[in-house]
């Protein structure tokens, strides 16, 4: 299993960013798959997570209405959209499988840094 996170970086409150997550090595197609974030001293904190077919998703109440899940299934990828930008959402980003904080195979986590 392999999980590489790209589309990070350093950018203004307000602004947006595209995370990117290329797997390979399994059956990309049946895992539900998520987005975790990790800011240090604090807990995990699952953002975004989609079934595999990509019919249901569901976000966590501090990202509600500015980040969007999606995934290519056709292309063995995942995606993180993010609009409006805060400050509080700096962290290290990881794909994930399965819709959870723990267990699963991640991705080596991404740097976002939300700072003006």
């Known amino acids: 299993v392999q999980l590489v996170e790209s589309g990070g970086g350093l950018v203004q409150p307000g602004d947006s960013l595209r995370l990117s997550c290329a797997a390979s090595g399994f059956s990309f197609s049946t895992f539900g798959m998520s987005w975790v974030r990790q800011v240090p001293g604090k807990e995990r904190e699952m953002v975004a997570g989609?079934?595999?077919?990509?019919?249901?998703?569901t976000y966590a109440d501090a990202v509600k209405g500015r980040f969007t899940i999606s995934r290519d299934n056709a292309k063995n990828m995942l995606y993180l959209q993010m609009d409006n930008l805060k400050p509080e959402d700096t962290a290290v980003y990881y794909c994930?499988?399965?819709?959870?904080?723990?267990?699963?195979?991640w991705g080596q986590g991404i740097q976002v840094t939300v700072s003006s």
């Open positions: 989609i079934l595999s077919s990509g019919s249901s998703t």
């Open positions: 994930k499988t399965f819709l959870s904080t723990t267990g699963g195979s």
